[in-house]
Nanobody, 128 residues
Framework: QVQLVESGGGLVQAGGSLRLSCAASGRSFSRYAMGWFRQAPGKEREFVAAISRSGGNTYYADSLKGRFTISRDNAKNTTYLQMNSLKPEDTAVYYC?????????????????????WGQGTQVTVSS
């Protein structure tokens, strides 16, 4: 069982930056691939980025490459999402998720049903 808690959301002006954190409970954080998703009002949950167990592989939604960076610190049981050059259309609730991937070094997990555990989400609002 893994519990995930996101933090770092808030209100930011267009062009600004935010760094989201996702803290995981438990002793086996390094067995999980981690992902970030987002959901805007009235829209479906959308894949943002994912990172492999070791952090050696990452995968991004094409539309977000170059602006968002996913990383992790297994010693701190934490995954991060650095978001730069934010736009109003980035406004959403951002969720982190964990997938038990003990036998895989892949980060290619773009579908929400590939994940086993979810956080409660953190709101990001980008004003124009």
């Amino acid at each position: 069982q893994v519990q995930l808690v996101e933090s770092g959301g808030g209100l930011v002006q267009a062009g600004g930056s935010l760094r989201l954190s996702c803290a995981a409970s438990g002793r086996s954080f390094s067995r999980y691939a981690m992902g970030w998703f987002r959901q805007a009002p009235g829209k479906e949950r959308e894949f943002v980025a994912a990172i492999s167990r070791s952090g050696g592989n990452t995968y991004y939604a094409d539309s977000l490459k170059g602006r968002f960076t996913i990383s992790r610190d297994n010693a701190k049981n934490t995954t991060y999402l650095q978001m730069n050059s934010l736009k109003p259309e980035d406004t959403a609730v951002y969720y982190c998720a964990a997938r038990n991937a003990i036998y895989s070094g892949s980060a290619y997990y773009p579908r929400h049903n590939e994940y086993d555990y979810w956080g409660q989400g953190t709101q990001v609002t980008v004003s124009s």
